[in-house]
């Protein structure tokens, strides 16, 4: 009867027999019961339909995996058998996994994408919009690279005005994620007007670190406009997600972020002669605006209304002219027959006075003392006036005188001869 060993030390053959004998080993299984814990080691069961293992995979290298362990995920695991003596219990120390039937990156980068895009890292109300003439961008490439070169070139042609500052980093490797945060971080302090992040093509594993969550965090934190760059086309990157702008090139993003010189002297060309029509439109339009208020001013200003009231006083006098005319025509015709009538009533009368004159005349010579040459005869007067013997009475004096005496006589008696 062989002799009896401890707990311990079956436990311990055990191991030393389970870890020579399964060095290496890749199973297949679905991920249960997975715990992350505070040291940074994971603890988790592999399983599939009949029979289940503990693992665990210690913090070394649960840093070197490209995606997260997931509950209920299919991977393949890559490790070692090892025993845990103190429980009598056997696992699987993880070296490395890889999601069954896609690969790592691809798993990794969609875990990434969905967990930053539940925390907003991509929603589009965030995103910032660039300068339509940027004086200075600020590049976080590779200063040997061939992105660097055509971006500095595209940018001479198109737009030689902009300065570039060139933050020169790692694109590739395990360091060069925290090379691009630092940068990332820096060029926000240095007041550009936008920064572009980017390098030239490659493999998913050359462009890995522009899918690493601190490179992701580093844009999303950033104040200054931010464009992605990396690869071609056809490459996506969680940095194209979080930038406020995707550029299929490194190139094209020069070509999106600055004008191009010669279009715009063309449209400076396309807008001065545009200004050239519409100012000639307005002036134009002015010089007819001008004359129609010329016109108006003259139909209603004082020279037009001078000049209208010259033009009615004009009528005015004409009318009264013809008027007058008419009148003194008329005037003349009526009046004619009137000096008819009175040249012949003038000539009647004429002749009447004429006659009667005459004989005024003939009895003023017949009457006249000079020629009362009768013996007997004398004309009788008082106060040098010739009166009739009817005004005087009774010793009254008078004159009776002929034209050769005067003789001064007093009434002495009054007799009638009838």
């Known amino acids: 009867m062989s002799a009896a060993i401890s707990v311990s030390g079956l436990n311990e053959q055990i191991k030393a027999l389970l870890e020579t004998s399964f060095e290496f080993v890749s199973v297949e299984g679905e991920l249960s ?10 603890y988790f069961t592999l399983k599939d339909n009949d ?33 845990y003596k103190p429980r009598g219990e056997y696992q699987i120390n993880a070296f490395s996994a890889e ?20 925390k907003g890292y991509f929603d589009l109300s ?18 040997t690279g061939a992105a660097l070169q055509d971006m500095q070139r595209v940018a001479t042609q198109r737009w030689p005005l902009v300065k570039l500052i060139v933050l020169d980093v790692l694109v590739q490797g395990s360091s060069a ?9 820096y060029a926000d302090t240095l007041q550009a007007d936008a920064v572009v992040v980017g390098r030239g093509g490659g493999s998913i594993e050359d462009l890995w670190p522009f899918n690493e969550e601190m490179v992701a965090d580093a ?4 104040q200054t406009p931010v464009m992605s760059a990396v690869g071609h086309e056809i490459d996506w990157v969680i940095s194209d997600y979080v930038a406020d702008m995707r550029a299929p090139t490194p190139s094209a993003a020069m070509q999106m972020l600055l004008p191009d010189q010669n ?3 063309q449209s400076i060309d396309e807008i001065r002669y545009s200004a050239y029509g519409m100012v000639a439109q307005r002036l134009e339009r002015k010089r007819e605006q001008l004359l129609s208020m010329q016109e108006a001013f003259k139909r209603h200003g004082v020279e037009h209304r001078l000049s209208v009231q010259a033009e009615v006083i004009r009528e005015l006098k004409e009318r009264l002219n013809r008027q007058m005319a008419q009148r003194l025509e008329q005037s003349r015709r009526e009046i004619i027959p009137l000096i008819e009538r009175l040249n012949q009533s003038i000539e009647s009368t004429l002749r009447q006075k004429r006659f009667l004159m005459t004989q005024l005349i003939e009895g003023l010579n017949a009457n006249h003392p000079k020629n009362k040459n009768k ?18 009475s009774v010793g009254d004096q008078f004159d009776a005188m002929n034209d050769k005496k005067v003789v001064r006589a007093e009434v002495i008696n009054i007799e009638s001869t009838i």
């Not at 019961?33 to 994971?42: A, D, K, L, V």
């Not at 665990?56 to 070197?64: D, E, L």
């Open 33 to 42: 019961r997975i715990t992350h814990h505070g040291s940074g080691h994971i």
């Open 375 to 392: 013996s007997g005869f004398a004309q009788i007067a008082r106060e040098g006036k010739v009166i009739d013997l009817d005004v005087l």
């Open 219 to 222: 844009l999303f934190a950033m």
């Open 51 to 83: 029979s289940s293992i503990k693992c665990v995979m210690f913090k070394g290298n649960a840093a070197r995996l490209k995606f997260r362990l997931e509950e209920g995920a299919h991977i393949i695991l890559h490790g070692a058998l090892s025993l």
């Open 99 to 118: 999601p069954y039937g896609a690969g790592a990156l691809a798993v990794a980068f969609e875990q990434l994408k969905q967990k930053l895009e539940s």
């Open 126 to 143: 965030r995103k910032r919009s660039f300068p339509k003439f940027p004086q200075k961008i600020v590049l976080v490439t590779s200063a």
């Open 177 to 185: 994620a925290g090379q691009i945060a630092d940068a990332l971080r």
């Open 263 to 265: 279009e715009l002297l």
